[in-house]
């Protein structure tokens, strides 16, 4: 059932075998897995069913690094989270982007793609994505497989409706589920619930409850089994971090790694392409790709394994975009493509595209949340976010730029023309509204927060799920692998649940130290 959190008794305890906080793509598929299960199971959502502008203001934060987009509406706070807002891209991680290279600084999961295999699979199902195919059968473009080759050609593939609706795909899984939601006696979703800090038990070794606040002042204490935190890659490391009064530098920090090694998709314009038109048949299959059932499969051109360990380059793709799907970019872009068709005696039977760069980005100590000066309504500190982009991030995508003209679009049926800075400090990237990092997965505490299954170091009941928990970033957008993670953190609570204590009987709810001291009598 979905009920607001108002609806509650002021200092109520609400009680479930498993709280998720964060009622996303991620929490909600991970509840009704447990649901499912057997399992009762509690989601505090901070937002509403609809979006709501006071829940939305709880994103402000501040930002001292690069710009990585307006931190208060490019994650949305709503039952269904940011998959309103998603784009539907999907395309698992690639086995290189598990392993530990050597090139790559901090790389390697404490799992292997073949632990993952089966999750994806499952989520991609949830996906409604047709085949579970990301290979094509046979080469469009790039011609010349094997070492000679740097690139190959792989598959994206693009939800794009809900299924049961007619509506075009905005990943709106809480609409799609709405009946199963409201219905189910196993589940309850308290929409408006703003869990503001984490209580640990004694021996700081396990969570004890959380407490949680509504705008209209409402205390709830919200006891279970285990904990899962699925609040994406920033807001999950902001609780952590803000919960210090049983651990002054934040919950699941012992190794300083909390809120560190935050990633994202670096990704912008990397070239203009002219094609002669007996070409651009062998192009559609990138741009504008081809829909089968209800996903839209496009071919994109990726840097090759062998490449990435010949040349030390990271996991990219190049996207191919034709300009009259874009005409409102054409003005400012004319200037380039007029340089290109002077190279050729016949323009008009060229057809013009973007070369689109999304990379992966290295793993940077110093690319990080933290908790800024200011707070929110709750008094919670918002965060700063401070994002990094290095040079070997920058050689990446240069390198690969320039094999891209030397390997695939060579005359005379191609014309290219790059489209990126000379050096790091020069290079205009984008964002691709993925936070990643920040709890990453790590073998001990000192290299992360969490361990291989999800389970935050140093405690037993504890968990993170998502984006957050991403060693490596790899090229691929981070939701199918997000949803897999998350369905492998189900499956991992619906076998060790049972052997996990429920809360104390009898124990008294806490508050935070500053609300008890107010409401503290005074001394005579």
Same mark, same amino acid.
């Given at each position: 059932?979905?009920?607001?959190?108002?609806?509650?008794?002021?200092?109520?305890?609400?009680?479930?075998?498993?709280?998720?906080?964060?009622?996303?793509?991620?929490?909600?598929?991970?509840?009704?897995?447990?649901?499912?299960?057997?399992?009762?199971?509690?989601?505090?959502?901070?937002?509403?069913?609809?979006?709501?502008?006071?829940?939305?203001?709880?994103?402000?934060?501040?930002?001292?690094?690069?710009?990585?987009?307006?931190?208060?509406?490019?994650?949305?706070?709503?039952?269904?989270?940011?998959?309103?807002?998603?784009?539907?891209?999907?395309?698992?991680?690639?086995?290189?982007?598990?392993?530990?290279?050597?090139?790559?600084?901090?790389?390697?999961?404490?799992?292997?793609?073949?632990?993952?295999?089966?999750?994806?699979?499952?989520?991609?199902?949830?996906?409604?994505?047709?085949?579970?195919?990301?290979?094509?059968?046979?080469?469009?473009?790039?011609?010349?497989?094997?070492?000679?080759?740097?690139?190959?050609?792989?598959?994206?593939?693009?939800?794009?409706?809900?299924?049961?609706?007619?509506?075009? /795909?905005?990943?709106?899984?809480?609409?799609?589920?709405?009946?199963?939601?409201?219905?189910?006696?196993?589940?309850?979703?308290?929409?408006?619930?703003?869990?503001?800090?984490?209580?640990?038990?004694?021996?700081?070794?396990?969570?004890?409850?959380?407490? !949680?606040?509504?705008?209209?002042?409402?205390?709830?204490?919200?006891?279970?089994?285990?904990?899962?935190?699925?609040?994406?890659?920033?807001?999950?490391?902001?609780?952590?971090?803000?919960?210090?009064?049983?651990?002054?530098?934040?919950?699941?920090?012992?190794?300083?790694?909390?809120?560190?090694?935050?990633?994202?998709?670096?990704?912008?314009? !990397?070239? /203009?392409?002219?094609?002669?038109?007996?070409?651009?048949?062998?192009?559609?299959?990138?741009?504008?790709?081809?829909?089968?059932?209800?996903?839209?499969?496009?071919?994109?051109?990726?840097?090759?394994?062998?490449?990435?360990?010949?040349?030390?380059?990271?996991?990219?793709?190049?996207?191919?975009?034709?300009?009259?799907?874009?005409?409102?970019?054409?003005?400012?872009?004319?200037?380039?493509?007029?340089?290109?068709?002077?190279?050729?005696?016949?323009?008009?039977?060229?057809?013009?595209?973007?070369?689109?760069?999304?990379?992966?980005?290295?793993?940077?100590?110093?690319?990080?949340?933290?908790?800024? !000066?200011?707070?929110?309504?709750?008094?919670?500190?918002?965060?700063?976010?401070?994002?990094?982009?290095?040079?070997?991030? /920058?050689?990446?995508?240069?390198?690969?730029?320039?094999?891209?003209?030397?390997?695939?679009?060579?005359?005379?049926?191609?014309?290219?023309?790059?489209?990126?800075?000379?050096?790091?400090?020069?290079?205009?990237?984008?964002?691709?509204?993925?936070?990643?990092?920040?709890?990453?997965?790590?073998?001990?505490?000192?290299?992360?927060?969490?361990?291989?299954?999800?389970?935050?170091?140093?405690?037993?009941?504890?968990?993170?799920?998502?984006?957050?928990?991403?060693?490596?970033?790899?090229?691929?957008?981070?939701?199918?692998?997000?949803?897999?993670?998350?369905?492998?953190?189900?499956?991992?609570?619906?076998?060790?649940?049972?052997?996990?204590?429920?809360?104390?009987?009898?124990?008294?709810?806490?508050?935070?130290?500053?609300?008890?001291?107010s409401t503290a009598p005074a001394m005579a």
């Amino acid at each position: 059932m979905i009920l607001h959190a108002d609806s509650i008794p002021d200092g109520e305890i609400v009680q479930a075998d498993v709280c998720i906080v964060g009622g996303g793509a991620v929490g909600l598929q991970m509840a009704r897995h447990l649901t499912a299960a057997g399992m009762q199971v509690m989601i505090a959502e901070s937002g509403e069913e609809e979006a709501n502008q006071r829940a939305q203001d709880l994103n402000i934060g501040t930002q001292s690094g690069r710009n990585a987009g307006g931190l208060r509406d490019i994650r949305l706070r709503q039952l269904g989270g940011t998959m309103h807002l998603w784009g539907g891209n999907c395309r698992p991680l690639d086995p290189i982007d598990f392993q530990p290279r050597d090139w790559v600084p901090n790389s390697g999961w404490p799992l292997s793609y073949a632990d993952m295999a089966p999750y994806f699979e499952s989520a991609h199902k949830l996906l409604r994505l047709e085949e579970f195919a990301y290979w094509p059968e046979a080469p469009s473009l790039v011609t010349e497989p094997g070492p000679a080759q740097p690139f190959e050609e792989t598959l994206f593939r693009l939800t794009r409706f809900v299924p049961g609706t007619h509506a075009p /795909f905005l990943g709106e899984f809480a609409q799609y589920h709405a009946e199963e939601l409201r219905t189910s006696d196993r589940l309850r979703i308290l929409v408006g619930a703003n869990v503001t800090q984490i209580f640990l038990t004694e021996d700081r070794r396990s969570v004890r409850e959380l407490y !949680a606040l509504t705008f209209q002042g409402r205390e709830l204490h919200l006891r279970a089994k285990a904990y899962v935190f699925a609040c994406g890659g920033i807001e999950t490391a902001r609780l952590l971090l803000a919960s210090r009064e049983d651990m002054p530098a934040g919950i699941g920090n012992q190794g300083d790694s909390l809120g560190r090694y935050f990633m994202e998709h670096p990704h912008g314009l !990397a070239a /203009f392409l002219i094609a002669e038109k007996s070409k651009v048949p062998a192009l559609r299959p990138f741009s504008p790709g081809v829909r089968v059932g209800d996903a839209v499969i496009h071919r994109r051109i990726r840097l090759a394994d062998h490449t990435q360990r010949e040349l030390g380059l990271l996991n990219m793709i190049f996207q191919l975009i034709a300009v009259n799907m874009k005409p409102h970019e054409l003005n400012q872009y004319e200037p380039h493509f007029r340089a290109l068709e002077a190279t050729v005696d016949d323009a008009a039977n060229w057809q013009r595209y973007y070369v689109v760069f999304l990379a992966e980005q290295f793993p940077s100590r110093d690319s990080r949340v933290t908790l800024g !000066a200011e707070t929110d309504f709750f008094g919670i500190p918002r965060a700063d976010l401070n994002w990094q982009v290095g040079d070997l991030d /920058f050689k990446t995508v240069s390198t690969a730029l320039s094999l891209l003209g030397e390997h695939v679009f060579t005359a005379p049926h191609f014309r290219i023309k790059g489209h990126v800075a000379k050096t790091t400090k020069d290079w205009i990237v984008g964002h691709g509204a993925h936070h990643l990092g920040t709890t990453r997965m790590s073998l001990t505490p000192k290299e992360g927060v969490v361990d291989r299954d999800c389970r935050i170091h140093g405690l037993s009941n504890g968990f993170c799920a998502g984006s957050s928990v991403f060693p490596t970033a790899g090229m691929s957008n981070p939701m199918l692998t997000s949803l897999a993670i998350g369905l492998r953190l189900a499956r991992h609570l619906e076998t060790n649940l049972p052997f996990m204590p429920p809360p104390e009987a009898g124990m008294a709810p806490r508050r935070p130290r500053e609300f008890e001291e107010s409401t503290a009598p005074a001394m005579a």
